[in-house]
């Protein structure tokens, strides 16, 4: 493994400009995750209930390229030294093929998914190395509140990136603006993203190959050998599984809140912009609330609690019919979820040993991805096919698809709720003692 500081010491510089990638890589989530493309992808590139269902097959072809894929490049990044330059490739890979979505209209069913699916690859595999890059610039003690200001300030980045596209799209008529939009967010993601290029050191060092070796086939075994240490950390082992099923509810909540605005409430454009603002306003807090709770709390209560909210969230929207209640849930489920996504971070962090952080991200994101792939295509298919079981039934084409997609919501609680109870089972203090010890290796 590549050697890495114990404690590593980062300079303010570093930080911000670690800070500023999330500032950028948020603006992705937030115009085409969350208020622009999913939605006009769904509706004005497919239409109906099919395109809930190709919306969910898409993400999920993406999640299964990285779920592959990066366990192997992570041990490779860990052995090479080499983090950053693995994020550079994926970073460029996003920022790409986001502003070639520009060129996506209607009826462009399998350029919209081509497009989508290579940019998607980008945005998460960078998500590897970057976390990867947070154990070298905080100590043990400060890696809760250094990941959620990182959450905090990349909310701020899709805020101000939505902002800058609102007016754009509010002023003009047709979808020349809205496509517009994903190349001011390629845009935005590309300049957010060089100072950590420019300013951040990465401190692990790289180890020669041995002879006879290539780093794939370095990185195969060293995967290899992760897995069998990983066995090791029982406690490690039972928070992925449990962040296999919560992450689901909160993928899915996140790659379809756009579709069920549009679909349940009939939001346009402009107001999804602005509700997915408002989620992000509300992200920035519960990051920076989540951020300095579990160095008090630790991972584990603080994750109680927020996936406590998040399922509250979810259950209100189930049964709410109003557009001001959507509104609200949307900011309740914004501060949860991201205290979700943080504090869990954070752990993955406290719970790997020393000087593997890329290789046991990898493993992190195979089960982040693992789940985001099973998560969002089962919500997909069963919108449709339940929309297409009321239709059939003489429900009208748009009450069959409200249906469907309320039939769905039931899925995100499912998964929350499974995900909650299996992290009642972790011991985090084990899990962090062990993984500081090196304990059987």
């Known amino acids: 493994m590549a050697a890495a500081l114990t404690q590593p010491i980062s300079t303010r510089k570093e930080r911000v400009a670690w800070y500023l990638y999330d500032f950028g890589n948020s603006a992705y989530a937030a115009v085409v995750l969350l208020a622009i493309f999913s939605a006009y992808f769904q509706g004005e590139v497919v239409g109906g209930a099919e395109g809930s269902r190709l919306w969910g097959i898409a993400v999920g072809i993406a999640m299964l390229v990285v779920a592959v894929t990066s366990p192997v490049l992570g041990a490779i990044a860990d052995f090479a030294g080499s983090k950053k330059k693995f994020l550079f490739f994926y970073t460029a890979l996003a920022c790409i093929f986001t502003g070639t979505l520009f060129f996506v209209q209607r009826g462009d069913v399998i350029l919209g998914m081509g497009l989508f699916i290579l940019a998607e690859i980008g945005y998460r595999s960078s998500q590897v190395f970057y976390n990867g890059l947070l154990p070298e610039i905080a100590s043990p003690e400060e890696m809760g509140r250094i990941s959620g200001t990182g959450w905090a300030v990349g909310s701020a980045g899709g805020i101000v990136c939505l902002l800058i596209v609102l007016p754009l799209i509010v002023l003009s008529e047709g979808t020349l603006m809205v496509r517009l939009s994903l190349v001011i967010t390629a845009v935005f993601f590309a300049l957010s993203a060089i100072p950590i290029f420019l300013n951040l050191r990465e401190r692990a060092q790289p180890k020669p190959l041995p002879p006879g070796e290539n780093y794939l086939t370095i990185g195969f075994r060293q995967l290899w050998a992760t897995f069998k240490k990983a066995r090791h950390y029982g406690e490690f082992i039972k928070f992925m599984i449990a962040f296999l099923v919560f992450n689901d509810g909160i993928i899915m909540a996140l790659d379809f809140a756009a579709i069920i605005g549009a679909v349940l409430y009939g939001m346009g454009q402009e107001q999804l912009i602005i509700f997915i603002i408002l989620v992000q306003g509300a992200s920035v807090i519960g990051a920076y609330a989540f951020g300095h709770v579990v160095d008090r709390w630790g991972g584990k209560q603080s994750l109680i609690g927020s996936l406590l909210l998040m399922i509250a969230a979810v259950t209100w929207l189930f049964f709410n ?121």
């Open 321 to 441: 019919y109003s557009l001001t209640g959507f509104f609200l849930i949307g900011a309740l489920a914004g501060f949860a979820l991201t205290g979700v996504q943080s504090v869990s971070r954070t752990m993955v962090a406290q719970l790997s040993p020393p000087g593997q952080s890329a290789e046991f991200y990898g493993l992190f994101a195979v089960v982040g991805r693992t789940s985001s792939f099973i998560g969002p295509t089962i919500y997909g298919i069963l919108a449709a096919e339940t929309a297409i079981w009321y239709a059939n039934r003489g429900e009208t084409a748009v009450a069959a698809e409200q249906l469907g997609q309320r039939a769905a919501v039931l899925s995100i609680l499912l998964f929350l709720l499974v995900g909650f109870f299996l992290l009642l089972r972790v011991n985090e203090a084990k899990g962090r003692a062990a993984a500081q010890a090196g304990a059987a290796l």
